[in-house]
C-alpha cells in the first residue's frame, strides 16, 4: 500500500508561487493515475488536477486552469504541484490522491475514485 506525504505549503501573497510535493513510499507513483484536491473550511474536497502514470496527459479544474501546474519525477516517487498567481480564494488544505483504475482525465474527478490519500498540507494566500 503505497503512503502518500505532502509537502510545501504556506503562507503567500496573492500573485505569488508556491510548489507543493507529495512524496511516495511503499510503492511507485508510476503504476498510479495521480491527483491533486484542495478543501477550504467549510466547503467539500473539490478536484484540482491530474496526471496519468506516464505524464504525458493532464486534466485541470477550470478553477486553476493556466496558473496551476502538476508534474511528476518517477526517478523521485514525488508529484508536484506548481501554483502561480494565486488568490485568495485558493486558500485550503491540499490533498495528493493516487487512482490504481485506469486513466479518465476529466472523468476522474471525484474523491471517492482515489485509492490512497495524504494528510495534506495547508495554503494560504493573504490578499
Known amino acids: 500500500q503505497v503512503r502518500l506525504v505532502e509537502s510545501g505549503g504556506g503562507l503567500v501573497q496573492a500573485g505569488g508561487s508556491l510548489r507543493l510535493s507529495c512524496a511516495g513510499s511503499g510503492g511507485t507513483l508510476s503504476t498510479y493515475t495521480m491527483g491533486w484536491f484542495r478543501q477550504a473550511p467549510g466547503k467539500e474536497r473539490e478536484f484540482v488536477a491530474n496526471i496519468n502514470r506516464s505524464a504525458g496527459s493532464t486534466y485541470y479544474a477550470d478553477s486553476v486552469k493556466g496558473r496551476f501546474t502538476i508534474s511528476r519525477d518517477d526517478a523521485k516517487n514525488t508529484l508536484y504541484l506548481q501554483m502561480n498567481s494565486l488568490k485568495p480564494e485558493d486558500t485550503a488544505v491540499y490533498y495528493c490522491?493516487?487512482?490504481?483504475?485506469?486513466?479518465?482525465?476529466?472523468?476522474?474527478?471525484?474523491?471517492?475514485?482515489?485509492?490512497?490519500w495524504g494528510q495534506g498540507t495547508q495554503v494560504t494566500v493573504s490578499s
Open positions: 490522491a493516487a487512482d490504481r483504475g485506469p486513466w479518465r482525465g476529466g472523468l476522474l474527478v471525484r474523491s471517492m475514485s482515489y485509492d490512497y
